[in-house]
């Protein structure tokens, strides 16, 4: 119990730090010119003032896992990170956005694993490709959860209903979103297709489980935990390898279904980027910070609150960590038919 009310007053101090920032995010470009000015050398770097461009929606997984960092780094960097949510097209308008801004190191990319296959799915030409990687934070493990009214007790339920001409609602968060990708795995398993409905972030899909409006979604264990616990969703089955220690209960996926194997162990991965042709310098002062930031006992406790699998790569670490994911994610969508 203390644990907990650890947690939540660390949360609530980041979310309220965060908004705090966020009133006074007014930068003139004038400051940001005489910043430019000096970054060529390093001289004044950091500035006064950086920006985090967060891929999802608050209170979703990414922004949760982004948001205590941020606090950890700046005061490594002894500066101000001001972060805003950019949502929409499965994290592409952030991605965007930062990089048609300067390659001078003010605004960083808060992603998660989405644009690995942008190109792939044609949701823009950017993959993380064209930005380097300051910390490749963590992968997770997810699961696949319903209300808890919901008729369906197994995957196996919502896979029979789907075939059988039931039109059963997944709340996704986009093409190319975790909810879709781990469809696109359902169908290539089961052929079962679902009717797709699309909300901003993880948690706008969780909600929109809980108060019916959809049949299921796919949840990772942190955003679905305290609704595990107080039986609000129920957790059909769990995509991975082995089990979640403390949801025991959870069969896995592979029990119903051990074609599921082939994909396994997956999940999404969270990251903070920078545009590509970034000064190296400033690569490296942000990689130093955020990596001290990681190494952090309270943001490690949170890592292992959220059932994060902590990773705190950079450099060529985390350029082969994507670059395998890619490759997997490729092959599987190819062989489910998601794309061509």
């Given at each position: 119990?203390?644990?907990?009310?650890?947690?939540?007053?660390?949360?609530?101090?980041?979310?309220?730090?965060?908004?705090?920032?966020?009133?006074?995010?007014?930068?003139?470009?004038?400051?940001?010119?005489?910043?430019?000015?000096?970054?060529?050398?390093?001289?004044?770097?950091?500035?006064?003032?950086?920006?985090?461009?967060?891929?999802?929606?608050?209170?979703?997984?990414?922004?949760?896992?982004?948001?205590?960092?941020?606090?950890?780094?700046?005061?490594?960097?002894?500066?101000?990170?001001?972060?805003?949510?950019?949502?929409?097209?499965?994290?592409?308008?952030?991605?965007?956005?930062?990089?048609?801004?300067?390659?001078?190191?003010?605004?960083?990319?808060?992603?998660?694993?989405?644009?690995?296959?942008?190109?792939?799915?044609?949701?823009?030409?950017?993959?993380?490709?064209?930005?380097?990687?300051?910390?490749?934070?963590?992968?997770?493990?997810?699961?696949?959860?319903?209300?808890?009214?919901?008729?369906?007790?197994?995957?196996?339920?919502?896979?029979?209903?789907?075939?059988?001409?039931?039109?059963?609602?997944?709340?996704?968060?986009?093409?190319?979103?975790?909810?879709?990708?781990?469809?696109?795995?359902?169908?290539?398993?089961?052929?079962?297709?679902?009717?797709?409905?699309?909300?901003?972030?993880?948690?706008?899909?969780?909600?929109?489980?809980?108060?019916?409006?959809?049949?299921?979604?796919?949840?990772?264990?942190?955003?679905?935990?305290?609704?595990?616990?107080?039986?609000?969703?129920?957790?059909?089955?769990?995509?991975?390898?082995?089990?979640?220690?403390?949801?025991?209960?959870?069969?896995?996926?592979?029990?119903?279904?051990?074609?599921?194997?082939?994909?396994?162990?997956?999940?999404?991965?969270?990251?903070?980027?920078?545009?590509?042709?970034?000064?190296?310098?400033?690569?490296?002062?942000?990689?130093?910070?955020?990596?001290?930031?990681?190494?952090?006992?309270?943001?490690?406790?949170?890592?292992?609150?959220?059932?994060?699998?902590?990773?705190?790569?950079?450099?060529?670490?985390?350029?082969?960590?994507?670059?395998?994911?890619?490759?997997?994610m490729v092959d599987l969508l190819t062989k489910?038919?998601?794309?061509?």
């Amino acid at each position: 119990m203390k644990r907990l009310k650890w947690l939540a007053a660390l949360l609530a101090a980041v979310l309220a730090f965060s908004l705090l920032a966020g009133c006074q995010a007014d930068t003139s470009e004038g400051d940001l010119s005489a910043a430019e000015g000096n970054i060529g050398n390093v001289i004044g770097y950091p500035p006064k003032e950086l920006n985090g461009i967060i891929q999802w929606g608050v209170g979703g997984g990414t922004d949760s896992i982004m948001r205590p960092l941020a606090v950890l780094a700046q005061d490594k960097l002894n500066t101000n990170l001001v972060l805003t949510n950019k949502t929409g097209d499965t994290g592409a308008v952030a991605t965007e956005f930062v990089y048609h801004q300067s390659a001078d190191g003010l605004n960083l990319l808060m992603g998660a694993e989405n644009p690995a296959l942008y190109d792939k799915l044609g949701i823009s030409s950017l993959t993380y490709d064209n930005f380097t990687c300051i910390l490749l934070i963590g992968d997770e493990t997810t699961g696949i959860v319903v209300g808890k009214d919901a008729p369906y007790k197994s995957l196996t339920d919502l896979v029979n209903a789907a075939k059988g001409g039931t039109a059963v609602k997944l709340a996704t968060t986009g093409k190319g979103g975790l909810p879709w990708e781990v469809a696109a795995m359902i169908t290539g398993v089961t052929g079962a297709t679902f009717e797709q409905v699309e909300y901003s972030s993880d948690a706008s899909a969780k909600e929109a489980v809980l108060n019916g409006q959809c049949d299921f979604t796919v949840c990772k264990v942190q955003m679905g935990y305290q609704e595990y616990k107080s039986g609000d969703l129920k957790w059909l089955c769990m995509l991975a390898t082995e089990p979640v220690s403390m949801m025991s209960d959870v069969p896995l996926v592979t029990a119903e279904y051990p074609d599921f194997a082939q994909y396994l162990p997956w999940g999404p991965f969270y990251g903070i980027f920078v545009k590509e042709g970034t000064d190296e310098n400033i690569v490296k002062i942000l990689q130093d910070a955020f990596s001290q930031a990681y190494a952090d006992s309270s943001y490690k406790t949170m890592l292992g609150y959220f059932y994060i699998n902590p990773l705190g790569y950079t450099g060529k670490e985390a350029q082969d960590y994507i670059a395998k994911w890619r490759t997997n994610m490729v092959d599987l969508l190819t062989k489910t038919g998601a794309i061509q």
